[in-house]
T-cell receptor, first 113, second 111 residues
Framework: DAGVTQSPTHLIKTRGQQVTLRCSPI?????VSWYQQVLGQGPQFIFQ???????GRGNFPDRFSARQFPNYSSELNVNALLLGDSALYLC????????????FGPGTRLTVT | SQQGEEDPQALSIQEGENATMNCSYK?????LQWYRQNSGRGLVHLIL?????REKHSGRLRVTLDTSKKSSSLLITASRAADTASYFC???????????FGSGTQLTVLP
């Protein structure tokens, strides 16, 4: 079975632009979570979606938004990019939304110049 | 804010030695999980220990949990160069569903 997949792998954007990151969960997993990992730190929770509904939101500005599709894939959108948004964006899937083990994709490396 | 904090921040050992990493957390938890990350790539789930468990083993990994001290430890026995990675503890604090990660321990195993 395929693991969690994310696209693109790398992305370079300019300040003020908008970006969309994509994630496909493991087959059968209904929950998708997004994390931001800045170099040298642990991942920071951004969003969790379960059955297409937002179930949790971390301490991120409204420039960050996400959605989950009927096939449980997900997109993370970031508007008005800032230099500080440069990070590794990780998607994780799990069977449910109850804080059990999560399975991470390889991440999307976003660089904002 | 960080729920979990790992200690030490960095650890360097020789192949074959044991590596011990510690994690402290702040609020009540239902479970605590350990993850490994190789060189800025995706995280790999290693082990989950529930709040009513005190010790758990998986291969060369041994995890302990002391809820009275709000701390956990991860022991890797007979370390290998391939164990070189960052190790994170993560908890879903209280009734929250998302994971809150610490800042990680960078383990280097020298051949």
């Amino acid at each position: 079975d395929a693991g969690v997949t994310q696209s693109p792998t790398h992305l370079i954007k300019t300040r003020g632009q908008q970006v969309t990151l994509r994630c496909s969960p493991i087959s059968g997993h209904k929950s998708v979570s997004w994390y931001q990992q800045v170099l040298g730190q642990g991942p920071q929770f951004i969003f969790q979606y379960y059955e297409k509904e937002e179930r949790g939101r971390g301490n991120f500005p409204d420039r960050f938004s996400a959605r989950q599709f009927p096939n449980y894939s997900s997109e993370l959108n970031v508007n008005a990019l800032l230099l500080g948004d440069s990070a590794l964006y990780l998607c994780a899937s799990s069977l449910d939304s109850k804080g059990h083990e999560q399975y991470f994709g390889p991440g999307t490396r976003l660089t904002v110049t | 804010s960080q729920q979990g904090e790992e200690d030490p921040q960095a650890l360097s050992i020789q192949e074959g030695e044991n590596a011990t990493m510690n994690c402290s957390y702040k609020t009540s938890i239902n479970n605590l999980q350990w993850y490994r990350q190789n060189s800025g790539r995706g995280l790999v789930h290693l082990i989950l220990i529930r709040s009513n468990e005190r010790e758990k083993h998986s291969g060369r990994l041994r995890v302990t949990l002391d809820t009275s001290k709000k701390s956990s430890s991860l022991l890797i026995t007979a370390s290998r160069a391939a164990d070189t990675a960052s190790y994170f503890c993560a908890t879903p604090p209280g009734s929250a569903r998302q994971l809150t990660f610490g800042s990680g321990t960078q383990l280097t195993v020298l051949p």
